[in-house]
């Protein structure tokens, strides 16, 4: 539910509508217009009556709002929601790509990549600690040591990181440590974790789930906006169809329909949402066109030894070569030759 204001409403006849919604279980949110002022209440609104805000002064319209994700969706939040680590910007005509291996496989693997995507143009440094394998009898991943290399990396080379967190066990270590924290397409639905990711306060890197719609994708960003502390960043990393050719299909429709109904930035992740190498240019360079906020692609200096992953990963040149093609299209069509 919105309630918007008349124009010349006086602060004090905002805090009598404030004051009556207190005591009541849910969340206020401001929303400021060119010279209007809303209020936007999330929560369960049903048993609120609009009429009974219309008795209040100052108070011109009271709408309900029919989409369920009230803290994810634009209608809260008309202004992009900008996501800054350390100066590094994703979101409101912020393009920034996130590069590295799947999986962080040993202190030299993890620092040469880092290196290597750094000088291409990579703003943040992504590398699997805790894998979310499909077998159990695959790699899964170093862990905690795993993540100890990755600060390494991000000591070396200034890149922040961004890895996937898998069970509330080390929610302390990831908000100590993570710079972004990922929660990958198998627990996008996972609500507990989600909860208490949102409370950390570092920004949250929420992928679709494999055969989640945009509604359930946004409602389970609005589970982690719910504590009020984190900023999430959605990304489209290919959904499960029919189609076996690719690894999964993905729907680049999802950026341009996330952007109309969502403030958060939305980046795409074509790795995982192709599952071939050579299929990653393409629709790396689609993505940006589409208006994408940014990218997640997977760079390994070895990719036919690579633990995880190897057959989608880029090599650090055939990345270079990429980053420069992203940057024409960005010049082109968005016009910020410094962003990415
Ligand atoms: C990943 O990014 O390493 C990953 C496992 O991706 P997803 O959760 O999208 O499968
Ligand atoms: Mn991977």
Redesign the pocket.
Known sequence: MIIIFKAEATEGQVNAVRQALSHKDLMLQDIKGESTYMLGLAGDTSQLHPEEFMRFEGVEQVVRVSEPYKLSGRRFHPQDTVIDVNGRKIGGGHFAVIAGP?SVEGEDQVLSIARDVERSGAKFL?G?AF??RSSPYSFQGLGLDGLELLKIAREKTGLPIVT?IMSSEFIEVFARDVDII?V???NMQNFPLLREVGYTGKPILL?RG?SASIEEMLMAAEYALLGGKSQVIL?E?GIRTFETATRNTLDLSAVAVLKEKSHLPVIV?PS?ATGYWNLVPPMALAATAAGADGL?I?VHNQPEKALC?GQQSLTPMSFDNLMIKIQKIRNVLYDDGSES
Do not use: F, L, N, S
Request: aromatic share 0%; proline share 5%.
């Open positions: 799947c992504r699997g894998k979310p996937e990922q990958g397409a198998r992928k494999m990304c990393r992740d995982h997640i997977e992953d």
